[in-house]
């Protein structure tokens, strides 16, 4: 089993930045892809980032170029660096980690909200 506490959301003017955080515990030695999804009220979650094990990065088109996500290893924890951040971007934010046996994990979510 693997644990996931996300934090670092909350409310941001538009342009703003934040960055949000997603501590692993657990059998983390089993996790190969740790990634960021996203939900808005009466729509389907969606991928926004991930990352492998090797540190390979994936984004969907609508964040590419604005949002940085990495991995430290030795704490275990993965990062969302969201810059120039949109009202569109206005969701809560999950992490989600999967194993090797291709098993999903997932935090609570923490909410994001982008607001002049």
């Known amino acids: 089993q693997v644990q996931l506490v996300e934090s670092g959301g909350g409310l941001v003017q538009p342009g703003g930045s934040l960055r949000l955080s997603c501590a692993a515990s657990g059998s983390i030695f089993s996790i190969y892809v740790m990634g960021w999804y996203r939900q808005e009220p009466g729509k389907q979650r969606e991928l926004v980032a991930a990352i492998t094990s090797d540190g390979s990065p994936n984004y969907v088109d609508s964040v590419k170029g604005r949002f940085i996500i990495s991995r430290d290893n030795a704490k275990n924890t993965v990062y969302l660096q969201m810059n120039s951040l949109k009202p569109e971007d206005t969701a809560v934010y999950y992490c989600?980690?999967?194993?090797?046996?291709?098993?999903?994990?997932w935090g609570r979510g923490t909410q994001v909200t982008v607001s002049s």
């Open positions: 989600d980690a999967v194993d090797r046996s291709g098993t999903s994990f």
